[in-house]
């Protein structure tokens, strides 16, 4: 019998393993096994071609469409860097959309699919860095699809968590996007939308 270990992720790769599962097939394991060794578990048939579909939702087009929309959301990351900040910006290991500079720190998070709610979710690790940096600092929520977003400064988002009484150590982040309301803190967060 094979050895196993248990092993704690965030929720972003929690969502990489669903977006690259096969529904009633694959398990966290069977898709890492797949996805890094590029073979199946010994008790499931290869498919022909790997399923496009997200739990509970038809992708077309399957893995290339979900690159493609990777793709998107990277190249608008990379269109804010430079409209926005001006400054020479690298990528802050470990993080795949957090960017520092000389004068700031900016972690992006990408709800890319055209929709009156916004969803996001800052783990407790990477808003601790935000919080404890010297830099300016600032959360950026964007949407491609619409061409928008949020760019929120730390400084701000701290102290509307102290008057709204938020006591979690992570940021869950639903914005009705009518209302420009973050729902959580009940905070309209208008001023800091960018449309593109």
């Given at each position: ?139 950026c929520l964007t949407n491609p699809a619409e061409r928008i977003a949020y760019l929120i400064p730390v400084k701000e988002i701290e102290e509307t968590i102290k008057r709204t009484g938020w006591d979690r150590d992570y940021l869950e982040i639903n914005i009705d996007h009518i209302s420009k309301k973050w729902i959580e803190l009940d905070w ?9």
């Open positions: 019998m094979d050895e196993t270990y248990n092993i704690a992720v965030d929720r972003e790769i929690f969502k990489f393993l669903q977006d690259n599962a096969r529904p009633f097939i694959d398990t966290p394991n069977s898709v890492l096994r797949r996805l890094l060794l590029g073979k199946d578990n010994k008790n499931t048939a290869q498919p022909s071609s790997v399923s496009g579909e997200i739990i509970g939702e038809p992708l077309p087009g399957g893995r290339d469409a979900r690159r493609g929309v990777l793709r998107k959301s990277i190249q608008f990351v990379r269109y804010l860097l430079q409209t926005e900040f001006e400054e020479e910006f690298e990528r802050r290991q470990p993080y795949r959309f957090m960017y520092e500079s000389k004068n700031y720190l900016l972690y992006f998070q990408n709800f890319n699919k055209e929709n009156d709610r916004l969803w996001y979710r800052v783990a407790a690790t990477p808003f601790k860095e935000l919080k404890l940096s010297s830099k300016k600092a600032f959360i309209n967060i208008e001023k800091y939308l960018k449309r593109y």
